[in-house]
């Protein structure tokens, strides 16, 4: 399974970016998805948790301004990211809970990573 993210850049405070991450490979269904992200000497961070029923959760600092959505048809998982702030800045990854096998238990995949630079 691989997960291909993509749509960080640089972008300037109060801008917004929307991050896509794909899931590939032969399995049986995806779980649970989320975005984590890490800044330079920061420990990586849980922001936005999503379902396979659609239920999401959020870290405090981005309730309001970032909303996880997700296609089931297309195994991808989206990050609409408003009202951006320089605290923002991190490395954004992408993870999937990924079932291979109908009566398998479900294994965190992780994405590679995309750079988010929001300037002041």
């Known amino acids: 399974v691989q997960l291909q993210a993509s749509g960080g850049g640089l972008v300037q405070a109060g801008g917004s970016l929307r991050l896509s991450c794909a899931a590939s490979?032969?399995?049986?269904?995806?779980?649970?998805m989320a975005w984590y992200r890490q800044a330079p000497g920061q420990q990586r961070e849980l922001v936005a948790g999503?379902?396979?029923?659609?239920?999401?959760t959020y870290v405090d600092s981005v309730k309001g301004r970032f909303t996880i959505s997700r296609d089931n048809a297309k195994n991808t998982v989206y990050l609409q990211m408003d009202s951006l702030k320089p605290e923002d800045t991190a490395v954004y990854y992408c993870?999937?809970?990924?079932?291979?096998?109908?009566?398998?238990?479900?294994?965190?995949?992780w994405g590679q990573g995309t750079q988010v630079t929001v300037s002041s």
């Open positions: 999503i379902s396979r029923e659609g239920t999401t």
């Open positions: 490979g032969s399995f049986f269904r995806i779980d649970d």
């Open positions: 993870t999937a809970d990924v079932r291979p096998v109908a009566w398998a238990g479900s294994r965190a995949n």
